[in-house]
């Protein structure tokens, strides 16, 4: 399995000793905060909700924004990473394990909360 930016490691430094996942982190940090801005937001707005399997399992537009956002800036920069996103495989979309780096999303982890207004999980 190939880390994040291993490439350039490869050319850049001879012997390496830098920590080949860190740019990894570093743009999943800066997702995640992009993320929770978006969903601070929209926390006060009116929510389109809908149901997947059962009355109890929702999902909202908010849902499939964040993770559509996050699939898109990780694709666009780790083309040979994988996904496991909840919403898309609720819709559908098959989990296949490959050697490649995998990234698991839950676009907006406490839905239910959420479309309730339940701040209280949301604050850090």
């Known amino acids: 399995m190939k880390p994040c930016g291993e490439e350039e490691e490869e050319e850049g430094a001879a012997g390496g000793g830098g ?6 982190l570093e743009v999943a940090v800066q997702l995640a905060l992009r993320a929770g801005q978006i969903i601070r937001k ?12 059962s009355a109890a399992d929702l999902v909202t537009e908010t849902d499939h924004f964040v993770e559509n956002l996050i699939i898109s800036v990780l694709k ?11 919403e898309s495989t609720a819709a559908g979309s098959k989990c296949v394990l490959t050697d490649s780096p995998t990234w698991i ?12 207004s339940f701040n209280s999980s949301f604050e850090c």
């Open 19 to 24: 920590d080949p996942w860190k740019e990894c």
């Open 42 to 53: 929209a926390l006060t707005e009116e929510k389109q909700v809908s149901t997947k399997t």
């Open 76 to 86: 666009e920069k780790f083309p040979s990473h994988r996904f496991i996103a909840e």
């Open 105 to 116: 999303i839950d676009p907006v982890d406490g839905t239910c909360n959420f479309v309730h």
